[in-house]
């Protein structure tokens, strides 16, 4: 008991060094397609930065959409008609899914960031226009000519965070799918066209556990499951395509915790069986790996470090899958049952006494 009340005691001591923090100078930046199918489900990150120990984005949505899920806990978020309220823990990005509504028009998204001295900024850009278009193709139910929209039969419930690219695809060209979004551990799809394949749209889904189309899984440690669909009707294949390469991250941190020799990790495809494609490194930052893998075709991957399964002991690295959304399987912050119910950001000791607690109890 009296270890119990020390700790009590030194958490609120925290609470209250918190929230005498000096003024911050919050931002947000929003990220959203500038055009979707009706009824299509598409994401939007936010990127936010220097709002202190905690912070609270609320967004503002247009009328006719539809507030699907987050990346974020469940009782981070907070719904209110057209206004939805995400609170922030040491985050720096995180996406949330919209549906769009049936309707045809121009929509705008507004929010604003409210540090942890209650000080407010908009979300930028202040208004995020968003075109619901008949005529687009990129998403599930909408009609297009030549390859089509990628569609995926992953069940979206084992879907953490998902991203589309769209191109025209001539005979002859190269082209390279990108996804600038950063929510999933996918970088790039880049391949030599055959023939001409019309307007196109990949697909990248990163998974919450093994897919669901899968039987099994390789022997080894895992960084990621992922999904790439390259347009519709299986036209990804090798009378249409060519020399198709996969870029990818790895964050530094997980390579750390497993102990990986970064040349032994390596994508793997399944068609039927398991497959390991050549992976090489092309790169680095202060956060990740970067590498690129040779496929002979596109659908379920994962990427791994062959041998016997690693435990990864908890680390204080930050935890950087929320923030991109590629979360960090070494790290316990985006546990739900860390988060307290807080109706808002009512009291500024309140969000330091949960920023205080929320630091403590992810270095335990």
């Known amino acids: 008991m009296k270890l119990l009340k020390f700790k009590f005691a030194v958490i609120l001591l925290l609470a209250l060094t918190l929230s005498a923090v000096p003024a911050c100078a919050g931002s947000a930046e929003r990220t959203s397609p500038a055009t979707v199918s009706p009824n299509q489900e598409f994401q939007v990150t936010v990127n936010v930065a220097d709002y202190g120990a905690a912070g609270q984005v609320i967004e503002k949505l247009p009328a006719g959409f539809t ?63 968003i075109t619901v278009s008949q005529s687009y193709s990129g998403g599930s139910g909408s009609k297009s000519s030549g390859g089509g929209a990628g569609g995926s039969p992953e069940p979206q419930s084992n879907v953490a965070a998902k991203e589309r690219s769209q191109k025209s695809i001539t005979a002859g060209q190269h082209v390279k799918f990108e996804f600038p979004q950063g929510v999933t551990c996918i970088r790039y799809v880049e391949f030599d066209a055959k023939k001409t394949l019309g307007k196109v749209t990949t697909l990248v889904e990163m998974l919450k556990g093994q897919s669901k189309l899968v039987s099994s899984l390789p022997e080894g440690t895992f960084y990621k499951n992922v ?10 294949n090798s009378d249409n395509i060519e020399n198709a390469v996969i870029g990818f991250r790895v964050e530094k941190a997980w390579l750390k915790n497993t102990g990986a020799d970064e040349t032994s990790l390596a994508l793997w495809n399944y068609d039927k069986t398991w497959s390991k494609l050549e992976t090489k490194k092309v790169g680095e930052d202060s956060t990740y790996v970067f590498f690129e893998s040779k496929t002979p075709g596109f659908g379920s991957f994962t990427i791994v470090v062959p041998g016997e ?25 985006k546990d739900p049952s860390r988060w307290g ?24």
């Open 67 to 129: 507030f699907v899920s987050s990346t974020l806990p469940e009782r981070a978020v907070t719904e209110n008609g057209s206004k939805v309220s995400f609170l922030l823990m040491d985050e720096k990005s995180f996406s949330y899914t919209l549906k769009a509504p049936a309707s045809t028009g121009t929509y705008k998204i507004v929010g604003l960031l409210r540090d942890i001295n209650k000080t407010e900024s908009p979300v930028l850009p202040a208004e995020s226009s």
């Open 227 to 236: 999904n790439i669909w390259v347009g519709s009707g299986g036209i990804a």
């Open 309 to 333: 399964k690693i435990e990864i002991e908890p680390s204080n690295s930050e935890d950087t899958s929320s923030k991109k959304p590629e979360s960090n399987p070494a790290s316990d912050a």
């Open 341 to 364: 119910s807080i109706p808002g950001f009512e009291s500024v000791i309140a969000i330091g006494t949960l920023g205080a607690v929320y630091q403590v109890l992810r270095r335990k």
